[in-house]
């Protein structure tokens, strides 16, 4: 096992690929990209490739060519949609094997494992791997949230069951056992769903991340320096910082204006703290295991329970991954991802059937 190594954890469309190619563009570093997307392997056998929006980014898949053979020995889809939410003391051996195996394959170079599926794993990983450095990235969640819509048909792009390209409505299924809330009259508009995932994201890496970076105003704002300080975190040495820093490409901000007013998303914004207050998350998530700050706060809690049904749950997201790995590989991967939720959804009818059990009658 190496003695240091360095995990990056950041939700979709943080600016995780631009920090993953800042050190996959360092020769002493060896940066994995999203080693737990489900359909990891797949993309790797139709080599799929960078979206314009990933500026200077011409493969993702260059350190596991190397290691195919194995890496389908060790990989498993539900890495990605399944127990997204692990605590300190939770069992996934299987998983804790794969990143084993990824930073024992690196050849003597530094194991870089960027990750957007381990922000709700935190505790976990840092259990399992206390040696790592766990550097967390975040964004605007409005620049964000647009950055996961913008592609899609704008009169769908407020559906709180949005799925969105970047697995919006798969997250709260996986993690609506936990989170109960994701399917409570609270989440009114996709935006409130992506605020209410940010906003817990946020809380647990700031919580039990080395190194927070803030998107904006550290990478884009001072690339040269942010780059410095992450290089120094990391224990890197010769690297040229001026050459790293030109991979920082400045992405449009406020596309949000187009869908509603600055006020409104302040009020979404100030519902989702304040229900997240209540149930206890603002002061404890992170730093005590869920079960206890249930505890501190059980009528806050109470109004949710018995609104998911685990199994069921579980049972759907396996399905709809080996879904979603059956279509994609019989088909053209560059077609537009709502033809294949659409798909899968009429097929499947996960999210339909969700929304069925968990907000008839719901008065919360």
Not at 9 to 26: D, E, P, Q, V, Y
Not at 243 to 261: I, N, Y
Not at 319 to 340: C, H, M, P, W
């Amino acid at each position: 096992m190496p003695e240091n190594m360095l995990f990056i954890t950041g939700r979709f469309r943080s600016g995780s690929t631009l920090l993953w190619n800042i050190f996959h563009n360092i020769q002493s570093c060896y940066a994995y990209y999203e080693p737990c997307h489900d359909l990891l392997l797949t993309h790797i056998k139709h080599n799929s490739l960078p979206p314009p929006s990933h500026v200077g980014v011409n493969s993702y898949w260059d350190e596991y060519l190397p290691i195919l053979d194995e890496l389908e020995v060790f990989h498993r889809i539900e890495f990605g949609v399944n127990r997204l939410f692990l605590e300190e003391n939770s069992k996934f051996e299987d998983l804790a094997r794969y990143i084993h195996f990824l930073i024992s394959s690196t050849n003597n170079k530094l194991p870089v494992l960027q990750f957007n599926r381990m922000d709700f794993r935190l505790p976990w990983l840092r259990k399992q791997f206390p040696e790592a450095k766990i550097l967390h990235l975040f964004r605007n969640p409005r620049d964000q949230w647009f950055s996961m819509v913008r592609d899609l048909p704008r009169e769908c792009c407020m559906d709180p069951f949005l799925n969105t390209d970047y697995e919006l409505m798969t997250w709260s299924c996986s993690l609506g056992v936990v989170f109960p809330f994701l399917f409570s009259s609270h989440v009114k508009t996709s935006y409130h769903r992506h605020y209410l995932l940010w906003r817990l994201s946020k809380l647990m890496g700031e919580h039990l991340g080395d190194f927070s970076i803030d998107f904006e105003q550290d990478i884009l704002a001072k690339p040269a320096k942010t780059i410095e300080r992450m290089i120094t975190f990391a224990e890197i040495e010769n690297v040229d910082i001026d050459k790293l820093a030109s991979l920082v490409v400045k992405p449009g901000t406020g596309g949000w204006q187009h869908f509603e007013t600055e006020e409104w998303f302040e009020f979404a914004e100030r519902e989702c703290d304040a229900l997240l207050e209540r149930l206890g998350f603002f002061q404890n998530f992170g730093g005590m295991p869920l079960s206890e700050i249930i505890k501190m706060n059980p009528r806050d809690w109470d109004q949710f329970r018995d609104r998911s049904c685990k199994a069921a749950m579980e049972e759907a997201l396996k399905l709809f991954a080996i879904s979603r790995k059956q279509d994609l590989e019989g088909r053209n991967l560059s077609k537009v991802a709502t033809e294949y939720y659409e798909k899968s959804i009429k097929n499947l009818g996960i999210f339909g059937f969700l929304k069925h059990i968990c907000t008839p009658n719901d008065n919360i």
